[in-house]
Every structure is written in C-alpha cells, then in structure tokens.
C-alpha cells in the first residue's frame, strides 16, 4: 500500500475543498491547506502551487502583503536589488534569506492593483519614502519571467505615464502570458501599445472585460486596437465591455459616449464560440448588432444595462435557431424597444433560466410571453404592472420549477446611487389592495420548488389575507420577503408563524409600521 494518496488525487481533493468553499470560509481554508504543507513532502509539494497561484487575493492585509514582498525579494538577484536601490543591510538579509521554492513560478493570476498595493505597504513597512515605481515593475518583471503559466491578468494603468509599462512586453511574457485566460483591463494609457503587443502573444483568451469608463486614460489607436486584439482570440467566449460615463445617482452626459461599433464589429469573428455578451452603458449609434447577436448559436448569457440608441430591428430576416441557447438574460434599465426582449424571450423559450428584466417599458410580457414560451424559469427577477398581479396565479402554474422569485412595481423610483433611501422614494409610491382572494390562490399556485420569494410591492393585505396564502402555500420557502408592506403587524405575525408548514429561515418585513414583539428564534429582518 502506498504511503500516501496519489499526486492527482491530493491535489483534486485541495482543489474541491477551494471551489467549495464560500468567501466567508476562503481564510478558513488557507489555514487548513497551509496546515496540509507540514504533514509531509508530497502533501507540501501538492499544496505548495495552490497556495501561491494567487497570494495577494489570499493575504490581503497589510502585514501579510509586505511579508509576500519580501519572500519575493529574497529570489532576487544581488544585481536585482542593487538596482531597486535597497539599504546595503536590507539587500543581505535578503541575499542570506534561501528559500525552498521558486514561488513566482507558481504564480497563476496577476491582479495589478493588489500586487501595486502591496509593495506601496512594503515601502511603508521599511520606512523608505521613495516612489512605489521600481518594487512595483521589478516585481512585475520578476512574475512575468518566471512564472510557468499565468492564466489571469488585471490591468488597470495608472495616469501617470511614468508608472507606465507594458506587461506584455516584458522578459519572458512570450511564455508565461502565452496561455492567459481571462485578461480584464481599463483603458489603455499613452504611448503603452498594450493590446497591440498582447495581440501578439494572448491569442487563447476565454474572457475579455474591457473598462472603457469616461477619464480613463486612451489614446488615439486603442479602439482599433482593442478590435484587432479581438480579432487575434483563437475561443472567446465571455466578453464584456462598460463605457459608463458618470455614477449612477448623477445626470450622465450622454454626449461623451464612446462610439465602440467598430470593437461590435469584431465580435463577428468570435460568434461560433461567443457564450457571454455583457454591455454596461453604450452608446450604440443606432447601429445595435442585433445581427451579430442572432449569428452566436452559442450564446447562453447576455447583459444589457443603461444602454441606449439601439436602432431600428429586423426580425424578418432572424434565423429560425437564433437565441435557442440562451439561458440567461438581464435587461436593466435601457432604451430599448420593446420588440426586442419580447424576440428574445421567444427565441430562448424552453432554454431560459434566468430572467432579470428591470425595464419600465415592458408591461405584459409575463402575460403575454414568459407564461407561454418560457416554462423553465428557475431564477426571476421583474418589474410588474399592478394590473398585471390578477395573473399571477395563472403564470405562477405555468412555470412549475421556478426556485428564486423578485417582483417589484414598474413604476417604482432608480434608486441606485442612493444608498439607503430607497424607502424615501418608495413612500410616493401607490398602495396596492390585495384581494383577499387574489392572495389565497397567489399561495396556491406558488411552485413547489420555490425556495426565496421577495415582494417588493406595497401590498397591502389583512391578517386574513396572509393566512389564507400561508395555509395554501406548498413551497418550502427559505426567505420570504414583504419588504415595502406597511401594513405588517403582530396578527400579521401570528398568523405566519401558526400557519407556516416548513421552517422559516429568513423574513423581511424592514417598513412594517408596528415594532413586531419576537417571541420564536426565526432571523426576521427588522
């Protein structure tokens, strides 16, 4: 029998325990694996790599990341850290300090932000008040030329030009960036040539997120730039673009919107494997690529939130198979004609799962389309007519394994940007009688599966109401949410807790106008 598992075997069992670990638990895990490096040569050699692909997500907090600085600094040359113009005491501790592993081989992803930050607490730390520049690119250099692969990179340039590089024209970035993944970047800073010379290394980029935000620094080739580097992706499948010009709470001029139709053009050369459009705040110039979008069979998600000036549609001419793919669709806020979601949400029909369409205009598309053509929704989130709260039990039994469900009123203010004044603006809002009837068989139709139903409408409802949907209610629900519902009271309360069949983990009743007495351990959002 062998003495331990097998290299293959340990290392899934790391990997398994790493994606199965929510955010909350991600330290709890480090101090586990970091623990696995001590039992014995072969786990440390297996957990050694998962450690380090991505230390300065794992470790944060400044104490940490100055200690990452400076375990990388003792791989460092003598030549290297005379030129970062180190105390000559400071270079032999490093030069004494001999380390197991080379760790910048392992290094998976490249967050530039954080590697920046860093080394800014490092020279802190050290008490040196000299420019961040030189720790900063000597660490780039020494990443890029060591690393074996690097799967992902975030650049965000910085407007001062003299902090300035271009990582992908450093030692070694033919290899180590030759495999990268997922490139996320922000504009593109002057006289850099950033995605020219990534188009000739990066060409088997998965995902794409390019920040186009107004002040972000450019110059006068980054779109043609940007649109040949899509051109150069041998499988881009996500790829996302954001041109947003102001902060959701303020008045945007709509006037410095980038024209971005010649990067839209590009994307036809990815429209076999394309599976993610994401477009944040465009200006489409009435050249919306409507038909770009028909001709990716692939397509499973795609996002459209603040954009506008889409154009005139022509579905005459759409292919019969065009958006049967499409699982997911998100339209927030946009202006956008209406015939467009109501072809989307056809085409997609049995395919689509997730709906979030936080769009004003769009008034009877549950009625009319999602009812008909769309029976597998498990996650929904949109926005309603009060009129249109007479059919819900009608579609509620038309879409059986729904899971997740958000209705909020068509008419109800934006309140992003405004923190926690949404209430505020809500309290001009209409109230909505509820028929006590209407709500019993609301309960009714209710999907077995559901699990989380948010309401964020100002019914208004009796105690007796509340009780007939309870009592009709077969869905094990986990939260149930009256958030804007005044009228919730201690009946109101009493009532759900003598009639609830299943547990109850979370209720939200924030603006009801009595102070509810809790008597029983449930979690209630007050």
Known sequence: MPPSLPYLCLREIFEFTLHDSGSQYRHNFLSNIFSCILVCRTWCETAIPILWRDPFCNHPQVSNATILVDVYLSSFTLKELKSLKLPSNLIEDY?????????????????????RTATSFWLESKGRKVSICPIFQSLCNHFVSHAIKIHYVEFEPEYNSFMDFNIFSLPGAKSSLLSLKEFSCYGEACNVSLYKQASKISTKIHNLNVSLDHGCPLNSTTLMDISNYIKSQHQLKKFSINNRIGCFCCIQDLSLALDLTIIFQSLNTQSITLTLLSFLSIDFYNEFPFDLLSQCKNLKELNLTRCWNFGEFHPIDLPCDAFTNLSSLQMILNSIPEEFIRILLIQSGKALKGLELEQKSCSGILT??????????????????????????????????????????????DGRGFGGKLYNLMRSMELI??????????????????????????????????????????????????EFCNCFSDEHFDVLIKNLKYPLRNLNIKYCNTRIDLTTHIKINL
Request: proline fraction near 4%; glycine fraction near 2%.
């Open 95 to 115: 030069q004494r300090s001999r380390l197991t592993y080379d760790y910048a081989r392992f290094l998976c992803k490249m967050n530039l932000t954080q590697i």
């Open 433 to 482: 009688n509820l028929d006590e009837e209407l709500f019993s068989e609301i309960g009714d139709s209710l999907p077995n599966d559901l699990i989380n139903l948010r309401i964020n409408m100002k019914w208004n409802f009796s105690s007796k109401s509340l009780e007939g949907f309870i009592k009709n209610c077969k869905a094990a629900l986990d939260f149930l949410g009256f």
């Open 368 to 413: 009319e389309i999602i009812q008909h053509h769309n029976p597998n929704l498990v996650n929904v989130l949109i926005y309603i007519h009060p009129k249109e709260i007479k059919d819900l039990p009608k579609i509620f039994r038309s879409i059986t394994k729904l899971r997740n469900l958000e209705l909020w009123d068509i008419n109800t203010p």
